[in-house]
Antibody
Framework: QVQLQESGPGLVKPSETLSLTCSVS????????WGWIRQPPGKGLEWIGY???????NYSPSLKSRVTISLDTSKNQFSLTLNSVTAADTAVYFC??????????WGQGTLVTVSS | EIVLTQSPATLSLSPGERATLSCRAS??????SAWYQQKPGQAPRLIIY???QRATGIPVRFAGSGSGTDFTLTISSLESEDFGIYYC?????????FGPGTKVEIK
């Protein structure tokens, strides 16, 4: 069993950087992907991107210019950085771990509000 | 980007009834689709992957079918705990995408 926990600020000012960390505990997940998904309030789900244990990444084309996902295997953590945020980035952000493109494990989600 | 369309938007059924949810992809995704259930205030939960494979711990009343562009999630006999929003997802082509969801209401 794998447990995920997001951490980071719940409020970010417009034009600033959103940074979240996901701590992973439980079974070995070296063969999984480690990703981020977001959900604006009352809306659907959107993939942000993912990283493999090898360090290979893939980002949503709509966010690619602003997003970085990194991995710290020594701490069993991975992180999301989203630059130049606007109100449109307000969402619940989920960290996610899975195989084959599907999410087996989800964090509880953390609401990030972009507002001055 | 592959767009997923789900129907109906809302399904209101009584316990014991059969629920049929549909998902259509704008391009062929082979069998690379999944279904998730999300309840209010919770993260989604994987129900079906690779079109027809039940995820760990998922009851047999949930069944997935389809390939290519059309997929179906069937709940054979609804239980009260099955309420929520069901999202389909494709991983045939990056960016992986989700459908807009079908809300299942229990009468």
């Amino acid at each position: 069993q794998v447990q995920l926990q997001e951490s980071g600020p719940g409020l970010v000012k417009p034009s600033e950087t959103l940074s979240l960390t996901c701590s992973v505990s439980g079974d070995s997940i070296r063969t999984y992907f480690w990703g981020w998904i977001r959900q604006p309030p009352g809306k659907g789900l959107e993939w942000i991107g993912y990283i493999y244990y090898s360090g290979d990444t893939n980002y949503s084309p709509s966010l690619k210019s602003r997003v970085t996902i990194s991995l710290d295997t020594s701490k069993n953590q991975f992180s999301l950085t989203l630059n130049s945020v606007t109100a449109a980035d307000t969402a619940v952000y989920f960290c996610a771990v899975g195989r084959g493109g599907f999410v087996d494990y989800w964090g509880q989600g953390t609401l990030v509000t972009v507002s001055s | 980007e592959i767009v997923l369309t789900q129907s109906p938007a809302t399904l209101s059924l009584s316990p014991g009834e059969r629920a049929t949810l549909s998902c259509r992809a704008s391009q062929i995704v082979s069998s690379h689709s999944a279904w998730y259930q999300q309840k209010p205030g919770q993260a989604p939960r994987l129900i079906i992957y690779e079109a027809s494979q039940r995820a760990t711990g998922i009851p047999v009343r949930f069944a997935g079918s389809g390939s290519g562009t059309d997929f179906t999630l069937t709940i054979s006999s609804l239980e009260s705990e099955d309420f929520g929003i069901y999202y389909c997802q494709q991983r045939g082509t990056w960016p992986w995408t989700f459908g807009p969801g079908t809300k299942v209401e229990i009468k």
